[in-house]
């Protein structure tokens, strides 16, 4: 078991994560949403919008209660669940949007491929069944994030 000592704070872990996410997707409004699961299939999610400034990348106005949120479930990802996964909303227009996904490793998001986004917006959890596409939504792989 490695000393605790070491390890970097997972809160610390998790807003650097955000900040990489808001990085990679770029000026306009999102929707991030963490989900995770127990081995004993516990679930939990959270969930913040952000709106980042064209202009002006280091501004972002976030609900601050969703980033906390959030946050803290990413971090606890390396601690407690399994199966994690964060997916972004990116909305273009009115009508459009962009949807990205990673898996959590060890409390980072690691980029899913576009594939894995799709199959995971478009089948039924209850069924397995494929359920259609979201009209106006581009499926896309997750952009590679920095290490913490």
């Known amino acids: ?3 605790p000592t070491f390890l970097p704070d997972p809160f610390e872990t998790a807003a650097q994560a955000f900040e990489a996410l808001l990085d990679a997707l770029g000026p306009g409004r999102h929707h991030l949403v963490c989900s995770a699961h127990t081995a004993l299939g ?9 709106e980042c400034a064209p202009d002006d990348q280091d501004e972002a106005n976030a609900d601050y209660e969703g980033w906390l949120m959030f946050c803290h479930l990413l971090a606890q990802t390396s601690i ?10 990116t909305y273009t227009t009115d009508s459009t949007s962009v949807l990205r996904g990673w898996h959590v490793d060890n409390g980072w998001p690691q980029p899913m491929e576009a594939a894995d986004v799709f199959a995971a917006y478009c089948t039924d959890l ?4 494929p359920i259609p596409p979201e009209p106006g939504t581009d499926y896309q792989a997750g952009t590679p994030l920095p290490t913490a």
């Open 42 to 50: 516990s679930y939990a999610s959270a969930s913040a919008t952000v």
């Open 1 to 3: 078991m490695p000393d």
């Open 126 to 129: 209850a069924t397995g069944d």
């Open 80 to 89: 407690a669940f399994r199966d994690a996964t964060v997916f972004t909303r």
